[in-house]
């Protein structure tokens, strides 16, 4: 038979759902890596017969773990790496929001919420709300607030700001419980014309990760660490309950 070539680049998108549940797969996003490992316990027998070398080995699996590379930054994925709660900003318009300040040039007050600056945004002294201050001359609105101009039209009694925050979440970091989700990938073996391949984790329960590099010259990228737990609802023999792959055969 002659050789064939099954040479693997491995590319494709992720999804995931809460482990044991109905819900849909969804995709995680742009993810430039999923590695699976395996560690083990290495016990030996040496021969005392003579010669070295050992009478026996047992090698026990203690740990299968996964590394995925992900650069969409959605709530969903921060919230599953830091463990994190997500909690959606109001979106109704704010009135005259106390906010405190102690009246210096080049001060940030920055807003509960993050204001669409493309709306109508009122800014007033705590100690004369009757007159409100002016932008751009007063203080100059930045996509988080203001930052004030004239500190003589400001004092340590604050101000007030009338907007319309921005939809948005806000992610609640180390809050909640490490999550455990179906994981599935649905790959292209790049090596060979897109031929398709997956790879199933029944059982995926995901790590913190070590850092969060907010700023940088890179993309961001989040190295989310996860072990593939043992699936108890799997009995069928010769099943895995950790894991699956499934490749195209392929003959001359």
Partial sequence: MAQIDRSFVGEGKIYARVYQSQSALLDIGNCDTFTLAFATNRTTLPNFRGGGGNRNVRERVTDVTATIGMYDLTPTNVARVVRGTIHAAPTDAVVDEPLICEGI??????????????????VQTADDPAVPLAAGTDYQLVPHGIIIKDASKFTAAGVTASYTPLPANVVQ????????????????????????FN??????????????????????????????????????????????????????
């Fill in 105 to 122: 040039a080049g001060e940030l007050i920055p807003f509960a919420h993050l204001p669409d600056t493309a709306e109508t945004i009122t």
């Fill in 173 to 196: 970091m180390l809050t909640a419980g490490q999550v455990e989700l179906e994981i599935f990938v649905a790959g292209l073996n790049d090596a060979q014309s897109g031929e398709p």
């Fill in 199 to 252: 790879i199933r984790g029944r059982r995926v329960k995901f790590g913190l990760i070590t850092e969060l590099p907010v700023f940088g010259t890179e993309y961001l990228r989040l190295q989310a660490p996860a072990e593939l737990l043992a699936d108890d609802l799997v009995t069928a023999d010769g099943i895995s309950k950790f894991c699956e792959m499934t490749l195209v055969n392929k003959v001359a």
